[in-house]
């Protein structure tokens, strides 16, 4: 188990303590009026943890508190630790960006253009590009979500079972070529929209590794980083430390959803490489600080320098921002701004963001309300875990960033 605690006194790095505690003050409001059943926070400089600090319960109806060693489900976090094992086998020459996914996965060999029609008679005609690997990296592939409401392709896929949850007893080969039947929204890297693509990345690894997506990134992350509490599920001797699930009810409180929360106390038949994780904070902040360091952490490399600065620059064709390619959908980000690199958004202009931030911060989001920050620029990472779906709930994360810059002062 990773020890999560403060390691150097944040006026050494360049915070105001003072200034920290706000952050507190903050969200503390959220747990005080019912909309939070708890949190977890973490700051970071210059390689060490200056803040650490929780509030309120991880389960609520059993008045356990949240404390350093709490599990939480990350949802999407999950993704950006998928797109860093792929691009170790990129790294590795196992493929190559431009690469058809189809090479791997054979049901993609054909893809089709949604056109026209219901859910049900849909009409279409044939793609002019095939699904490439840094499609899958950069959401513009054309798969999309059940949950998104938004399109009628996105009917499809609920129809045969994905809104939330998979259909039961189906794994990720299955599903990638269920994914493959469906036609997409739009010709490949034309346009962007927050999908399956790294359910069906997490596919391409197992099928160039020759192994399962849990066992490589047991081999070849977690247990090479220390991350001996992140896995696809919650093992029965840790359940006491996996916080409960919650959604908003009735008046904005915090009403528990077993239902969809229970999916982490088994293993599950189909691998999310896009939103299956179980973690800490203190895992995650091992994985942010192999990022902010370029690769490596304590001696082992994962990827190199390059590599890490290539997946943390804007991949959108002709250097756009979301909000010039995105279709508006719920995603881990705000759009305006914001460009999106391989399995990250990217602060492209801070001032077009209208969030204090840096250009070239990097970052993602779950859809239980976590996330986390990599600043190369001002050394800072930060994470913040909590456990309410969906995360466009409430103003988290781009309220967290001005709390945590407002209190640098070097």
Known sequence: MSELRVEVEPEKVGFDVQRLTRIDRHFARYVDDGRLPGWQVVVTRAGQVAYVSEYGARDLEADLPVERDTLFRI????????????????EEGAFELKDPISRFIPSFADPRIYVSGSPANPVTRPAVEPIRVWHLLTH???????????????????????????????????????????????????????????????????VASGQSLDEFLAERIFGPLGMTD??????????????????????????????????????PTLLSGGAGLVSTAADYHRFTQMLLRGGELDGTRLLGRATVEFMATNHLPGGVDLESMARPTFSETSFTGMGFGLGFSVVASPAENKVLSSPGEFAWGGAAS???????????????????????????????????????ID
């Open 75 to 90: 949802y999407s976090m999950t993704k950006p630790i998928a797109s860093v094992a792929a691009m170790m086998l990129y």
């Open 140 to 206: 513009t592939a054309g798969l999309t979500y059940g949950f998104h409401y938004a399109h009628p392709v996105d009917g499809m896929y609920r129809d045969a079972g994905f809104a939330w949850d998979p259909p039961r007893g189906v794994n990720l080969e299955a599903a990638c070529d269920t994914y493959a039947s469906f036609p997409l929204l739009f010709e490949p890297g034309t346009e962007w929209n927050y999908s399956v693509a790294t359910d069906v990345l997490g596919r391409l690894i197992e």
């Open 230 to 267: 992140t896995g696809f599920f919650a093992p029965e001797a840790d359940l006491g430390r996996l916080a409960a699930l919650y959604v908003p009810g009735p008046g904005g409180q915090a009403t528990r959803m077993d239902a969809l929360g229970d999916g982490a106390k088994r293993k």
């Open 370 to 408: 976590t996330g986390f920050w990599v600043d190369p620029r001002e050394e800072i990472t930060a994470l913040f875990f909590t456990q309410l779906l969906p995360s466009s709930t409430y103003n988290i994360r781009p309220m967290l960033k001005p709390l945590v810059y407002q209190a640098l």
